[in-house]
């Protein structure tokens, strides 16, 4: 894991005594802008892989949850590890919004990949969604496709923002009437009986790349090439 190019937090000078809590060093304004974004993931180790996870497992007894889950493929490496108790699918992907990784896949079409791909670790491991959730029936949507749980950020801010705890306790209220109407509208009365065929994601299907596209691709290439050779022989 490495930290973005983040443009925004770029353009944001600093002052060489200002730091971050868990960054080391200390800032530097040079050509390519303000250096928020670059003493922010200072404390980031690029060397972390998945070959790490039986240390942390080591280290740490309680549950071992993996954050920045980008496809099937990385459900699978998760399972596969034997250590890993839960996995977060984000848009975040500690992406935050797209400002560490642009064009990277939402946290429903993950979701797809991982129900084609690799449905497996639904059985395998508690799966919780973050980011992209704004109001009840997003919540259902990801239930429905296979998360344990969801979670949000930014709403509980700007509630709390506004208008404190009054604001949040308003947020939650807001977000359990729009669940619980969209529960019923789908023909459910508990989240226990959430399941894939309440949500039509027929426009999204096509967009889940499927296991050995690459083979196949390869597979096309040589009978290419094979119809070629044909060619010039005759």
Same mark, same amino acid.
Request: hydrophobic share 40%.
């Given at each position: 894991?490495?930290?973005?190019?983040?443009?925004?937090?770029?353009?944001?000078?600093?002052?060489?005594?200002?730091?971050?809590?868990?960054?080391?060093?200390?800032?530097?304004?040079? @050509?390519?802008?303000?250096?928020?974004?670059?003493?922010?993931?200072?404390?980031?180790?690029?060397?972390?892989?998945?070959?790490?996870?039986?240390?942390?497992?080591?280290?740490?007894?309680?549950?071992?949850?993996?954050?920045?889950?980008?496809?099937?493929?990385? @459900?699978?490496?998760?399972?596969? *590890?034997?250590?890993?108790?839960?996995?977060?699918?984000?848009?975040?992907? *500690?992406?935050?919004?797209?400002?560490?990784?642009?064009?990277?896949?939402?946290?429903?079409?993950?979701?797809?990949?991982?129900?084609?791909?690799?449905?497996?670790?639904?059985?395998?491991?508690?799966?919780?969604?973050?980011?992209?959730?704004?109001?009840?029936?997003?919540?259902?949507?990801?239930?429905?496709?296979?998360?344990?749980?969801?979670?949000?950020?930014?709403?509980?801010?700007?509630?709390?923002?506004?208008?404190?705890?009054?604001?949040?306790?308003?947020?939650?209220?807001?977000?359990?009437?729009?669940?619980?109407?969209?529960?019923?509208?789908?023909?459910?009365?508990?989240?226990?009986?959430?399941?894939?065929?309440?949500?039509?994601?027929?426009?999204?299907?096509?967009?889940?790349?499927?296991?050995?596209?690459?083979?196949?691709?390869?597979?096309?290439?040589?009978?290419?090439?094979?119809?070629? *050779?044909?060619?010039?022989?005759?």
């Amino acid at each position: 894991p490495v930290a973005g190019k983040r443009e925004a937090d770029e353009r944001v000078r600093m002052e060489s005594a200002q730091g971050a809590p868990m960054g080391q060093g200390t800032p530097v304004n040079d @050509a390519k802008g303000g250096g928020l974004g670059r003493i922010t993931g200072s404390f980031i180790d690029a060397g972390l892989c998945w070959g790490d996870l039986g240390w942390l497992r080591r280290c740490w007894r309680g549950k071992l949850v993996v954050k920045g889950i980008m496809g099937a493929e990385d @459900a699978r490496l998760a399972v596969e *590890s034997g250590v890993v108790d839960g996995i977060v699918v984000s848009e975040k992907i *500690s992406n935050h919004g797209g400002r560490n990784l642009d064009t990277s896949p939402p946290p429903l079409l993950v979701l797809l990949d991982i129900h084609q791909n690799y449905p497996l670790a639904f059985a395998r491991l508690t799966v919780l969604v973050d980011g992209g959730v704004r109001r009840g029936t997003d919540i259902l949507k990801c239930l429905c496709l296979g998360a344990t749980a969801v979670g949000l950020g930014r709403p509980f801010l700007y509630a709390l923002n506004c208008n404190g705890e009054q604001g949040v306790e308003a947020l939650i209220e807001l977000l359990k009437d729009e669940l619980s109407v969209a529960m019923a509208l789908v023909g459910i009365t508990d989240l226990r009986q959430c399941r894939r065929g309440l949500v039509n994601t027929r426009d999204l299907d096509r967009l889940v790349p499927r296991r050995g596209d690459d083979d196949d691709e390869d597979e096309v290439g040589r009978r290419r090439r094979r119809r070629r *050779s044909m060619r010039a022989k005759l």
